[in-house]
């Protein structure tokens, strides 16, 4: 499975845009990038994926580099319920392919 | 979006005593089901695939006798943590994937919330 690299950990305050760095160098051409968060004793919940194209949501834009090896997940206004621990993760679109998570980085907001 | 379910929560049981979770998808059939399990201040890693119809496929490390999977129906699979120590104590997350024909979000795996297991 191609790896990716994130930060361990960043802080943001309320309000203020954030930026989720993710590095994946051996990403395939296949590899769709996805991005899911934790939180506090929850499962993992779906934030954004994307392939090529930049992507847009109701919880986030995903900016993903020309060559495609790293992108950024881009929360426009970090708020308290934003708190959590963001995972990076690539996957191919092959039917019964698990997600392999990494550590993740853990986003703490301040009020 | 997709809803997966997960009972229950929470459990407390003695050593020796065998669990069941159950995971449901709730608003789509899912061939395939992953059994993750988590323990604190650690990622999720993947235990088992789950096949509806056929035996599920573990990871290397996991014994297959200790953790049952049956994936009996396309909405429901279960893990059974058989005689269970102190260190089975996790937190136990499933992952359901949608069909081939869920447009954009074909193949994709919609998380259940948990259950935190507590062997005492």
């Known amino acids: 499975d191609a790896k990716t690299t994130q930060p361990n950990s960043m802080e943001s305050n309320e309000e203020e845009p954030v930026h989720l760095p993710c590095n994946h160098s051996t990403i395939s051409g296949t590899d769709y990038i996805h991005w899911y968060r934790q939180l506090p004793s929850q499962g993992p919940e779906y934030v954004i994926h994307g392939l090529t194209s930049n992507v847009n949501n109701r919880m986030a834009s995903l900016a993903i580099a020309e060559d495609r090896k790293s992108s950024t997940l881009i929360l426009h206004r970090a708020t308290l319920r934003d708190a959590a621990v963001y995972y990076c993760i690539l996957r191919g679109y092959t039917n019964g392919q698990n997600f392999v998570f990494g550590p993740g980085t853990r986003l703490s907001v301040l009020p | 979006g997709a809803v997966v379910s997960q009972h229950p929560s929470w459990v407390i049981c003695k050593s020796g005593t065998s669990v069941k979770i159950e995971c449901r998808s709730l608003?789509?059939?899912?061939?395939?089901m992953f059994w993750y399990r988590q323990f604190p201040k650690q990622s999720l890693m993947l235990m088992a695939t789950s096949n509806e119809g056929s035996k599920a496929t573990y990871e290397q490390g996991v014994e297959k006798d200790k953790f049952l999977i049956n994936h009996a129906s396309l909405t429901l699979s279960t893990l059974t943590v058989t005689s269970a120590h102190p260190e089975d104590s996790s937190f136990y997350i499933c992952?359901?994937?949608?069909?081939?024909?869920?447009?954009?979000?074909?193949?994709?795996?919609?998380f259940g919330p948990g259950t935190r297991l507590t062997v005492l």
């Open positions: 608003d789509f059939q899912a061939t395939t």
């Open positions: 992952s359901a994937q949608t069909p081939a024909d869920r447009g954009r979000r074909r193949n994709e795996q919609f």
